[in-house]
């Protein structure tokens, strides 16, 4: 069985093989696809169905937080973490959404006068910042060189 979905960017392409024995190929982030004499790129990923299916839910968490539905997100991206919380890319992309949805005052719907601006400055979310910042440190503790949660930290700031 193939299961094919898009990835953190729209670029790239999560392929994943079913084996016989329960077991998942995958050409993820972290492996490749072994070829057909076995030998596999620098690290071999094999994933369980469990792991797969942490990985759905955590690309499908992405899309509806970027089209703003912010609860239902968060309900896909904790199922995920139900699922695996070994997987550093669910924790990057639920930080990413708690950010996006932090930071939505700063960018209203319809423009604000100057007045309505000063009398009641837009402000982040600082709740969701920190929910941000907790996800993200735990994707740090995983893998200290992991790029994607230095750049969500500083976006967090």
Do not use: W
Request: aromatic residues 6%; hydrophobic residues 40%; negative net charge.
């Amino acid at each position: 069985v193939l299961h094919v979905m898009p990835a953190f960017s729209r670029k790239v392409i999560i392929a994943a093989l079913e084996t016989t024995d329960g077991t998942v190929s995958s050409d993820y982030v972290n492996g490749v696809f072994t070829d057909a004499r076995g030998r596999t790129d620098r690290s071999k990923a094999v994933m369980t169905e469990v792991e797969l299916k942490a990985l759905y839910l955590t690309h499908i968490g992405s899309r509806l937080a970027e089209n703003g539905s912010y609860t239902e997100a968060h309900t896909h991206f904790e199922e995920a973490l139900d699922l695996n919380r070994k997987e550093i890319l669910v924790y990057a992309n639920q930080a990413n959404a708690y950010i996006t949805e932090a930071l939505e005052p700063l960018h209203p719907k319809s423009p604000l006068s100057l007045e309505e601006c000063l009398q009641d400055p837009p402000v982040p979310n600082q709740d969701l910042l920190g929910q941000a910042n907790a996800a993200l440190e735990t994707a740090l503790e995983m893998n200290p060189d992991y790029a994607p949660a230095h750049y969500l930290m500083g976006k967090a700031l």
